[in-house]
């Protein structure tokens, strides 16, 4: 697995966004001081990470978050209630254990934590199929084989391919697991025209078993958003 990951800064609210395929030795040398542009934020704290199957999925999130605006400020967000009164943020594990607390003592029970963990999944599921429609589109612009490149969808898969889905020149398949499936866009063969990454408008709804959906908008203008 490759990770995407947040560290929050005891000095002046710090926030670094990196990637790497062992969180636990990255957080290691950012505190042995062996990043120089991380050095003088140091102690550093793990806020945050995004799991992916494979480093290039990992490393275009890593590059959508640093240079676009909005996907930060929806990074933020969504991390905001993590991050304490004095701006350090808390461990996952610190986060982990309140949760569990909270669920005993209020007596939520497994159905519920089932749901919340399914609105999870959901949520994880709907970036990486924007990744990997990302990646599609990335490699259509950079004329990648001198082919466009786009994403076929299946109700539990989706496929990563080059030129045209009847004939592709290579494929690469991601299966979505825990009660997640593609309920709208099961068939839809999404291409990303080469050069300029434009396509045809397309909406793809992911249903969780709890009936909580997502849905992906790809315009024809290339822009893709959850919704």
């Known amino acids: 697995m490759y990770y995407v990951y947040v560290l929050i ?10 990637s790497t395929s062992n969180l636990e030795r990255r957080l290691r040398e950012h505190n042995n001081g062996h990043e120089i542009s991380t050095k003088k934020y140091m102690p550093w704290k793990l806020q945050y990470y995004e799991a992916y199957k ?38 996952l ?7 569990t607390i909270v669920f005993v003592l209020f007596g939520i029970g497994l159905p519920l934590y089932n749901s919340v963990r399914e609105n999870i999944a959901l949520k994880n599921y709907s970036y990486e199929i924007v990744n990997a429609l990302r990646l599609a589109q990335n490699r259509a ?31 690469k398949p991601y299966h ?14 999404i291409i990303f025209n080469r ?5 045809n408008d397309q909406l793809i709804v992911i249903t969780a078993s709890n ?3 997502r849905t992906i908008k790809i315009e024809s203008t290339g822009s893709i958003s959850i919704l």
């Not at 005891?10 to 990196?18: C, H, L, P």
């Not at 594990?93 to 949760?99: H, K």
């Not at 979505?176 to 063969?189: A, D, F, L, P, R």
């Open 9 to 18: 800064g005891n000095k002046n609210d710090q926030m670094y966004i990196g």
């Open 195 to 199: 050069l300029d990454g434009t396509t």
């Open 93 to 99: 594990l610190e986060v982990l254990v309140v949760m």
């Open 211 to 213: 009936g909580n959906q």
């Open 176 to 189: 979505i697991n825990n009660g997640i499936q593609i309920t709208n866009g099961v068939g839809s063969e």
């Open 54 to 91: 494979t480093e290039e999925l990992a490393r275009v999130r890593e590059k959508n978050l640093k240079q676009h605006g909005n996907a930060k400020r929806e990074l933020k967000k969504r991390i905001g209630l993590a991050i304490n009164k004095s701006g350090v943020g808390f461990t």
């Open 141 to 171: 612009i950079t004329s990648q084989d001198g082919t466009n490149h786009g994403v076929y969808f299946y109700n539990k898969d989706y496929v990563l391919f080059g030129n045209q889905w009847s004939s592709p020149t290579y494929t």
